[in-house]
Structures are given as C-alpha cells and as structure tokens.
C-alpha cells in the first residue's frame, strides 16, 4: 500500500483523487494549507507528497523547500499546478520538486507520475564515488561537493549528474540522458532542459568556470574545466 499527502485547498480536485485512488489500495491524508502540509510531512512517511502551489497560509514552493533544506525529507514531490510556463516549472524544480503536472490533469496520468516516481525513489543507492576535477558525488551518502562547497540537488537532478559524470568525458545524448533518469517513463519535453537548467544553477553558477557542456544536436558532457 502507497501512502500519499495531498497538500491542496481545492475541495473537489482532493475529492477526484480520494475517489480514484483508495479504491486502488492508496492510502490518503490531505492538508488544506501550506503549514498544515509541512507539519503532516514533517511527523508521518509517504511515498509521495502531491503539492498544490498556491495555498493559503504557505504556498507549495516554500513549502518544498522547507521540507528539502530545513527538514533534509527526501519524499518525492509533484508538484500540481495551474501555472505552466518555463519559469513556472524551474521555480517548481529549484524549490526541490520532482515533477510538475499541470492542471487540469488526467487522473491516469497522475497515477502514472505517481508510480514511476514511487520507483525512481526506491532505486538503490549508487555503490560508488565520482570525483572530475573539483567535483565529487558520494553516492553512498548522496552528496555532492565542489571545490570542498556542498551542493544541493533534488533526487532527480542527483540522477542527471551522476549519469553524466558516469559518462565523462563522453558526450551523453538527450535521448540516453533521458532513458538513464526516467528509464520508459520519461515526462514532458522540456522536463530534461528544466532539471539541467537547477543542476547548472548549482554546479556552474557559483564558480569561475562550467563543468556542464552543451553539444547543439549531440547532447551533454562534464568535463574538467582545467584540463579543457
């Protein structure tokens, strides 16, 4: 049985997923409120926290991101909202969610992100350590550093760097990149360049020279910087 919070104040959206998913074994609890959402994240296990945007009280971008940096909870997020745009979707995904599905949704798609989700997040940690130049991932411990500074990633941006650090310095195309992340169950289009874009913010932005590389109609790359 798959345990779900549904942090949404919309009576009859919470009323639609209570009635398609508890006939199929899923066991629901559901917040109305940003702080309420938090604090039922905070004291119970989910497999998956679905996470309206605008809430009264905390909206769901402050919320994710309480929950990933204040309470280091790792639960995968989807993020549900109205707003559709790129920067919509990168504020969703900088904030530390995993997916975003925008409404109005089908519930078979929900149920499809919810599970492929569910199975991203029960993968085993990676048995190794990647170390290119001043960037290293303990996969034991799930971190990531550069220049001796700790980096912060979602679970799935965690996914996109460790591939292409796998791959270094080969070129990783955009079809394998994606296959490598999501395996068959691979999101919208722009769900890959939306991820990148955070995990660039954080690997790239803070210092003097890129690691990630884009190859126009091949793919991506890390590579050493000073050995470029």
């Known amino acids: 049985m798959y345990k779900i919070l549904v942090v949404e104040d919309n009576p009859d959206i919470v009323a639609n997923i209570y009635a398609f998913f508890e006939p199929k074994g899923f066991e629901l609890d559901n917040a109305h409120n940003g702080i309420s959402g938090l604090t039922l994240a905070a004291n119970n296990r989910y497999d998956v926290i679905l996470l309206d945007v605008m809430l009264p009280g905390m909206d769901g971008t402050k919320l994710c991101k309480k929950l990933r940096e204040d309470l280091h909870n790792k639960t995968p997020v989807l993020m549900l909202t109205a707003r559709d745009t790129v920067l919509d979707k990168v ?14 949704f089908s519930l078979v798609e929900l149920e499809a992100r919810i599970k492929a989700l569910i199975r991203r997040n029960k993968d085993d940690l990676f048995e190794h350590s990647i170390i290119i130049g001043d960037l290293s991932l303990n996969a034991n411990e799930h971190t990531i550093a550069r220049e001796n500074q700790p980096l912060k990633l979602t679970p799935t941006g965690f996914k996109i760097l460790e591939a292409l650090m796998s791959a270094s310095p080969r070129v990783v195309s955009k079809n394998e990149l994606e296959e490598k992340v999501w395996g ?18 954080q690997v790239d932005k803070p210092f003097a020279k890129p690691m990630i590389i884009t190859m126009p109609g091949v793919g ?8 470029a």
């Open 184 to 201: 068959e169950d691979i999101p919208s289009s722009d769900a890959l360049r939306t991820h990148l874009h955070s995990v660039r913010v």
């Open 220 to 227: 991506y790359q890390i590579i050493d910087p000073n050995r």
């Open 91 to 104: 504020a969703g995904f900088d904030s530390g969610a995993d997916d975003y599905l925008v409404k109005p």
